[in-house]
Nanobody, 124 residues
Framework: QVQLQASGGGLVQAGGSLRLSCAAS????????VGWFRQAPGKEREIVAA????????SYTDSVKGRFTISREKGKSTVYLQMDSLKPEDTAVYYC?????????????????WGQGTLVTVSS
């Protein structure tokens, strides 16, 4: 099974920025929708943002709209999450995952290829 590698997390002060990257283990995942998820300790994993196969359609959870931007280049397997105006409540492990299909989705059940995640910590 193919897995995705998330990177770019770290410790940042509130109001700062981070850019997360998600790299697939093989090029064929460039045809799949990709989502970013996050999970804080003791809490359920939740969708943050999603993007379809060519970057033409995106979706965001309400709490990050206007602050986070998901992007990709058409035909490539690397997906980015630009995180601006970070808040302490954004602190979590961030995961990227790919769907079997080509579409952006907010349903975690549609994602079958996962990475191990990268930790984002936002201090006040």
């Amino acid at each position: 099974q193919v897995q995705l590698q998330a990177s770019g997390g770290g410790l940042v002060q509130a109001g700062g920025s981070l850019r997360l990257s998600c790299a697939a283990s093989r090029r064929t995942l460039s045809n799949n929708g990709v989502g970013w998820f996050r999970q804080a300790p003791g809490k359920e994993r939740e969708i943050v943002a999603a993007i379809n196969w060519d970057g033409g359609s995106t979706s965001y959870t309400d709490s990050v709209k206007g602050r986070f931007t998901i992007s990709r280049e058409k035909g490539k397997s690397t997906v980015y999450l630009q995180m601006d105006s970070l808040k302490p409540e954004d602190t979590a492990v961030y995961y990227c995952a790919a769907s079997r299909g080509a579409f952006a989705s907010t349903d975690i059940a549609t994602y079958t290829y996962w990475g191990q995640g990268t930790l984002v910590t936002v201090s006040s």
